[in-house]
């Protein structure tokens, strides 16, 4: 077990990686009453080609099968594991994103147990034709809910007109024809393909001790057998830099219209330090601009082309990335004409000392107080770590970020062949 030490935040993470391959972090908080565990798997929406464990040739699953698989992990031959958490007086719940998939609790109580729990039954698989049938009417209304939601249809718009062949732009859950061709067996190839523990990462966080935790997690895995691993090989198609429509227009019945302008970020693999640098300066940038008192907010908000829904979001995952403004405006084709335009003018920017500092300050602030909560940092830890990048080391990373750097950013952050505009009006 090694123990790393963050002096500067007075914080300590023991690590083990076991003989499965499984990577383990405990991050013992005794101040704390409540202790929260995530158990991910490096697996996500948009894994949809790979060639499955034990295969040499790729295949394409149905979209929306990472979603369905995480449904159908809560329900075993012979119970409901949410009922076996509340015993044990845990709150359970799991998420899948267009990355990762993930299981949780948090609990006062039976931590031990509990964490046995979360491994026991993420750990053992079972699916049967018939719960199968069952699970696909009731995602078909989780979908058909979702179409139904301007605010999603504006997100997931935004991304189909972002990316031309990028899975991202596939809804999570996938489409209602999509789920009804996904299969038992589709299931367990996706399970054994993704959910192998070298794929894994067991992030504990809370009230307990350190030693005896990591020898409960360790004498767990030792009794229990798994297949040899070997590196998941995941296919995605090319993506080009450019978007794939520049606007997208979805008629729907709304009281006010909505906008969303989004940039593609990325279409490219990065990792380590290249992938923080541009995290980093992509969030604080459009922060510094977007945030209520930044001068673009100020501007559209002065015009009144926005109003308290208007939100700005950026994501940068390991081979694409995006950032999403928008909101309700009176004005949708006002609003795009005059966000597209003060984008574009950002490359006539040059960021003073000052203001780098207190992006930086602010930046620092904002992950400080973040960082009070368990459940950030383990979701966080194990997104940077994914990519190769230690969430406790981001702070030291924003201080080192120069003007230079900043400047150097926006001078190639807006293009016009990367922004792409989604608006939802009135049928």
Known sequence: MNKLAYDMIEEVIYKEEFANGLCVYLLPKPEMAKTYGIFSTDYGSIDQTFVPIGQTEKITVPEGVAHFLEHKMFEKEDRDVFADFGKQGASANAYTSFTKTAYLFAATDQINKNVETLLDFVQNPYFSEQSVEKEKGIIA???????????????????????????VKIDIAGTVDSIRTITKDDLYTCYHTFYHPGNMTLFIAGNFEAEKMM???????????????????????????????????????????????????????LSGDAFLEKDLLQSMVLDFYFSKGGPFYRELYEQQLIDESFHFETNL?????????????????????????????????????????????????????????????ANKYIHYDTVGVDLFRVIPAIQSLTAEQFNDFVQDWIDEERIAVCKIVNE
């Open 141 to 167: 209304q989780e979908i058909e809910m979702y179409n139904d939601q301007p605010e999603w249809q504006s997100f997931m718009g935004a991304l189909q007109s972002l990316f031309h062949e990028h899975p």
């Open 317 to 377: 995952e390991k081979n694409f990335g995006y950032s999403l403004i928008g909101g309700n405006t009176a004005d949708p084709d006002q609003f795009a004409e005059k966000t597209v335009q003060l984008l574009q003018s950002t490359n006539k920017k040059s960021f003073t000392a000052e203001e780098v500092d207190r992006m930086k300050k602010k930046k620092i602030g904002q992950l400080l107080r973040a960082m009070n909560s368990l459940e950030f940092i």
């Open 215 to 269: 020898e409960l997690i360790r004498n767990n895995q030792e009794a229990k057998n798994f297949a040899e691993m070997s590196e998941v090989e995941r296919k995605y198609p090319q993506e080009p830099a450019t978007v794939a429509q520049k606007e997208n227009k979805i008629t729907m019945s709304v009281s006010v219209p909505k906008c969303t302008i989004g940039i593609k970020e990325s279409a490219v693999e």
